[in-house]
């Protein structure tokens, strides 16, 4: 399904990776591993379409995904380092204006709902910026109820900020996305096993 | 497509209302600074007639010019700009999405006001009407090229001081042609040649930004 | 307890216009126009006195961090506007006909413009902060920081040779003004204190019960009421 | 103290060269307009003498404005403006070296370059000695009180415009007697008023503005 | 040598904690834990002087501490979420410009030392935008080094974004300050035991 090969990038003469491959299915996960500076991120964006790489190709169903690039980006749901939201305004409004642009267009009672369950009752109607970094970073992750239709999940450093209750929530929306036969890549420094089941990736 | 144009717009004039930003400011300042003028140069009529749409394009621009960082600076620094880019919808339509914002937030309210501001200046109604068209016709061009620029230099140190160095070179014509046309028409003289300047720039910056902005920010995501 | 100040206020204008209007001369030099005088010297007065009271509590708030007497300084704050405004607007309409001109740039009126200014700028502060304790502190140092405006109101025309009138009215030397304008002047002035504390206290407890809900030191203080 | 001054003086001047900001911006326009203006209202001496003050005031004044946003708005969003309280210097002494960085910045260039665009206006010897001293005055009340108002909006929804709207009724008075004073002193009347009111919205001014701004500082980190 | 007497702190109506007390003397070292938005942030806020209590006092040698601010302000060393870095700057411009202020003077050729070791040789001339997140956070934890002066270290969340050989290095540092009489107070999501030594006080 997501085929990469002969992967190489280099910043500068800092060469982060060369003639990478891989290749993931159906019900697969990857974690990236590697130390601060090894080129996580930069695969990441790769991956995701973000960022052209000096050398090879990734492969999407078959089709060099920069050839039908927004058929690809289209499978894609990326969360970076940054949250991607606007601090100005309230959790409520961030999801409700950003979704419809993600191909997902759930109801007022759909968002409360999801941003309810991620134990944003109280501060939903908070502007983004008054709110603790726990609390921004559960709002970017609530996007991904409504992401279940982009099959490729790229995650960089998903579990920061996040308390161990909302980590585990985190970890059971993962599980769930693979099990019905999503793809996830995702880094994290953390030292635990957060999805047993994934495959690891070197860069160092 | 359609559906993610409006929700483009609709964010960006959300957080324009929430955030008001420079935008306010400028349209603030530019009120008070054209109605200090009359105070400043003296009633002399002549005079007044002559200046007035001087000093409504420099308005024009100065807010189109302020905003541009906000065009895309913002969604670079936070991280959304990778989630319109990875949104799968044509970037174009975006980014045309994004720059329309732009000229309701800065080009409009200028429209909207200038009228009253030309009447201090004791600008006739045929002049008024004049200066309308060529701001109608001008204020996008300033916000199409004002993107390119603001995109081109989206990460780059000392960004803001480099788009405008790109780009004030494409602005100084265009408000050149706008208040020439208004004076010309006063003086007599046949005022088409500024018109079809106006118009072609209008055209060509429609036809080129969109593309040249969709290009630019996807190197700078890289 | 507002309904009593509102009663006193009535009435008081009610006498304060009949002299103004019916008892008080003509002027010799400004005919008619001066009677502007009954309105806009006690709104001017009331615009200056309003802002002092206002940064008295604001600053008791900012420095003991008691809640109440920050919640007295947001209720005056519109009333000291409104005061601010009818001065300006009085003095406008005067100016036409006296100097020829609704406007000049001199010391007095460029503070005034100043006052009312200050006042909107305190009141768009206070709500454009949600937490109300931080949104009072931060508009209390910006009320302090405006104090230094009113004296330079008041003293502009002794500083500054301007356009304006310089004070007529003064504890010290005997009144330069006929007895009747200036008994109008000073029951119009009792009316404006009247109407300004009327509306305060009005406000002030709209205030307390939308920010304190029923919280229990309400029932302490509840004298306010 | 002394130490501590320097340091954020120099961090503040190398960040600004860095970043140039909008301030180059605002500069390069300044420049520009002001030499347009003389060719939009033709060569009557006169009239261009009259507006030529007031032109160079409103200069001054946009440079001000446009920068305000950087003097304490990145530092309380990265994080630094925390180590500035903590320094256990006197957050008064750091104050005055970030707003004598914003006239560094803002007001100097404007007092540098004024001369010249006075020349394009036809002003006097007399008039551009003038206008250099009201600017001298009126330039630093400018980034004084601009920085309390930027100060107190920290993080506020909507901060530039909120801090527009506190600033501005004091920055026209500042332009109107800056301005003013050329003008009056050209028509022959007594210019002492203006520059005594200029001289004393100065020394108010620094007495005031650091402690304002320090406890403002707090408070917005609370 | 620190005591928190009675410290009470409301957000609106969300009260954070209540008549919190406890004390702290040299060498010992203090693990705040909490869910998201428990109010961890605000409680190091307030010790370190940044934020008022609305209630309480916190009492540094005997006096209390916002009597004697500026004082006491000079033994607390702070880190927050935000790294507190200018990115149009390189790392050794950031240090070189921030340090002087806190009281440190260090030379130049310290800086470079000091930035070696936390292994950021290769980047410590590039302006900090184009650093890893990683990176950042550890640019910004090499300030360490010159703060030992400032007996009070209140750290919220240090080990962000650090991978493991960081995070090593960086408990060293914990240790060492504490043994040579500092006091410490931090926080972290990360479920393993940083500075076992450490008490442990929950605002949940
Ligand atoms: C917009 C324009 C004006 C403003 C902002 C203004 C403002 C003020 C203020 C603040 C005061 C109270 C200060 C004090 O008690 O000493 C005052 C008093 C007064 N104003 Fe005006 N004024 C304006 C126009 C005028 C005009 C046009 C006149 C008449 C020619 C006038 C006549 C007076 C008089 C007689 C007093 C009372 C002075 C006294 O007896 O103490 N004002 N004005
Ligand atoms: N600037 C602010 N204005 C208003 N409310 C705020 C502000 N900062 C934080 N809060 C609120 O105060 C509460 C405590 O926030 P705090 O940042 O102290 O939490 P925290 O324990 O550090 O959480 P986290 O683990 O997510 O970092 C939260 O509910 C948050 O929404
Ligand atoms: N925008 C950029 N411009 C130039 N160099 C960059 C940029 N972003 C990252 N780098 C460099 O590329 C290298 C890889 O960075 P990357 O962000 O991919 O690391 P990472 O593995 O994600 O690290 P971390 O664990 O800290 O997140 C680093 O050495 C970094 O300095
Ligand atoms: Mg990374
Ligand atoms: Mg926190």
Known sequence: MLQIQNLSFARGKNVLFENLNFSMTEGDAMRVTGSNGSGKTTLLRIVSGLCRPDNGAVVWHGAVAQKNESEFVRSVNFLGHDDGLKKQLTATENLKLMLPLLGASPTDIEISAALDAAGLEAVKHKPVMNMSAGQKRRVALTRLDFMRHRVLWVLDEPFTSLDVSAISALVVKLRAHIESGGVLIFTTHQDFDVVPEASSLSLD | MYKAFISVLRKELLLALRQKTDVVTVLFFFLIVSSLFPFAVGPELNTLKIIGPGVIWVGALLCSLLALHRVFETDFNDGSLEHLVLSGEPLTVLVIAKISAHWLITGLPVVIVAPFIGLQFGLSAASLSLLLGTLLLGTPVLSLVGSIGAALTLGVRGGTALTSILILPFYVPVLIFGAGAVVADLQGLSIDGHLSILTAMLCLSVALAPLAIASAIKIALE | ?225
């Open chain 3, 1 to 225: 307890m507002a309904t009593f100040f509102f009663l006193v206020a009535a009435i008081l204008t009610v006498w304060g216009l009949y002299i103004g209007f019916f008892v008080a001369p003509t002027d010799f030099q400004q005919g008619e126009s001066y009677r502007i005088i009954f309105i806009h010297v006690p709104a001017a007065w009331m615009s200056m006195l309003i802002y002092l009271v206002m940064s008295f509590w604001a600053a008791i708030g900012l420095i003991m961090n008691t809640r109440l007497s920050s919640m007295m300084a947001h209720a005056l704050a519109p009333t000291g506007a409104l005061m601010t405004f009818v001065a300006l607007w009085t003095g406008a309409f005067w100016g036409r006909p006296t100097w020829g001109a609704w406007w000049v740039w001199d010391a007095r009126l460029t503070s005034e413009l100043i006052l009312l200014f200050l006042y909107i700028g305190y009141m768009a502060l206070r709500a454009s902060i949600e937490d109300p304790r931080r949104g009072d502190r931060a508009s209390a140092i910006l009320a302090l920081v405006g104090v230094v405006n009113v004296p330079i109101i008041y003293f502009s025309v002794q500083w500054w040779n301007t356009l304006h009138q310089g004070a007529s009215v003064s504890l010290t030397k005997s009144p330069t003004m006929a007895t009747s304008m200036l008994t109008g002047m000073l029951v119009m002035a009792l009316a404006f204190w009247m109407y300004s504390i009327a509306v305060s206290l009005m406000r002030v407890r709209r205030i307390i019960r939308d920010r304190e809900g029923n919280a229990t030191w309400l029932s302490e203080s509840s004298g306010v009421q």
